[in-house]
């Protein structure tokens, strides 16, 4: 995020008003057991064979390539069918390749949103979930299940999970009236499923990442409204979680970046009270092992290559969600023809999109709007929160 280019009439209060929109409250604060109860499973839907969701995704699909607009046309409908209340859009570009002899190949990003009914397009900060859809042009016949076909499946069963909650919040919001009134009213959602991440021949700075690349670019110099608080749709983006080489079995992801290492935390929070109401079917130990760190504390160097680097090289903040460990390197199954379907862990595969939806309603503050979730809001005083806590009472003061 970059203060200094906002702020448009009134320097000073542009400036207050991003900084707290950058960390809605939301996030420090822990949803209840009952909401983290009632997050449905996605069962039948995550079957490799024919499963609604995720086993349309595995299937070839290089970029400009018809299993690429195959899948497309997948989220596409889903969208459609599923979470209609979401403005879908599309952002292309073209490059040539290493093997296109000199044409120039299409690449297109999908990205959904969904903001607040009343919010004005340039006032929202949107959490952003983020995974790459095109699989690798080698070798032939390359699925790619962990890269990224079940990333885009656990995002589109968590956005589905929380959906009618938001829905409820932002009527129940409008009913009495205080939306407008609180900055808190304006914390959207964004879901980006990226082309091109794959190199077609050799990872270099130009063989790979031509969408996330397109994308950052076009969302740097695209301005918002004259007045908003936001200046660019890059700038939008209160947090970019980025999810890969999800969906094999013990996973360990590490914490990188210390400006984001609180939502790290979170995220382990989440996935620690999962377990404890034995919500998790894989078992095994924690995901994230850099949790118990302080952000003094972690590595501090992300040796992933991955598509969060256009954002953040543009000051975007990063959460990378990637299967890494340090001796270990990315899971066995890694860019050979064994990252198919059957070699995922399915439970693993469900037990992540269990636990975004509970991130997400956690940031998205939906307590009391899931399902079966007694509409009660949690009565403690966030204990947790870090260093910036002051916000919300800033908040009120500003209106
Ligand atoms: C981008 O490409 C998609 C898929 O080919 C197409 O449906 C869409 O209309 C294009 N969008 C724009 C803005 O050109
Ligand atoms: C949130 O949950 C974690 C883990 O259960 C706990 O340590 C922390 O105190 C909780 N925070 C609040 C504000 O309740
Ligand atoms: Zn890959």
Avoid at 49 to 64: E, F, K, M, T
Avoid at 181 to 210: C, M, N, P, R
Avoid at 361 to 374: H, Q, R, V, Y
Wanted: charged residues 25%.
């Amino acid at each position: 995020m970059k203060p200094a280019r906002r702020g448009v009439f009134h320097p000073l209060l542009s400036i207050c008003l991003a900084v707290l929109f950058l960390f809605p409250s939301a996030a420090y604060q822990n949803v209840s057991d009952n909401t983290l109860k009632s997050l449905p499973r996605p069962g039948k839907d995550f079957d490799i064979h024919d499963g609604a969701i995720l086993s349309p995704i595995l299937i070839p699909r290089v970029a400009g390539t018809p299993g690429s607009t195959t899948v497309l046309n997948h989220f596409v409908d889903f969208f459609r069918t599923s979470l209609p209340t979401w403005n879908v859009e599309f952002q292309n570009s073209t490059s040539v390749t290493p093997v296109s002899d000199g044409k120039e190949i299409p690449f297109v990003n999908f990205i959904a949103s969904r903001d607040p009914p009343w919010a004005l397009k340039g006032d929202v900060g949107r959490l952003t979930l983020v995974a790459h859809y095109d699989s690798k042009y080698e070798p032939e016949g390359f699925i790619g299940a962990i890269d990224s076909a079940a990333p885009c499946a656990m995002i589109m069963h968590a956005m589905r999970s929380i959906d009618d909650a938001l829905t409820k919040k932002w009527e129940s919001m409008k009913a009495k009236g205080d939306a407008h009134s609180s900055l808190d009213d304006h914390i959207g959602i964004q879901v980006i499923f990226l082309d091109g991440e794959e190199a077609f021949k050799a990872w270099t700075a130009t063989d790979s990442l031509y969408g996330s690349r397109a994308l950052a670019q076009h969302w740097d110099s695209e301005v918002n409204p004259a007045m908003s608080v936001y200046k660019t749709p890059l700038s939008s983006i209160s947090l970019f979680v980025l999810l890969d080489l999800l969906g094999a079995k013990q996973p360990e992801i590490g914490s990188y970046y210390p400006t984001t290492h609180w939502a790290y935390q979170k995220l382990a929070n989440v996935e620690r009270r999962l377990r404890d109401l034995n919500m998790f079917k894989s078992g095994g130990r924690d995901w994230f092992p850099d949790a118990s760190k302080n952000e003094h504390e972690i590595a501090r160097y992300n040796p992933v290559e991955d598509d969060h680097l256009p954002f953040l090289q543009r000051g975007v903040e990063v959460m990378h969600i990637v299967d890494f460990a340090p001796i270990r390197g990315f899971p066995d199954v890694w860019h050979t023809m064994d990252d198919d379907g059957e070699h995922l862990d399915i439970d693993t595969v469900e037990d992540w999109s269990l636990l975004f939806a509970g991130f997400a309603a956690e940031w998205m503050e939906l307590e009391g709007f899931m399902p079966d979730s007694k509409a009660e809001r949690s009565v403690h005083p966030a204990e947790d929160k870090p260093a910036p806590q002051k916000r919300r009472s800033d908040k009120t003061e500003l209106f």
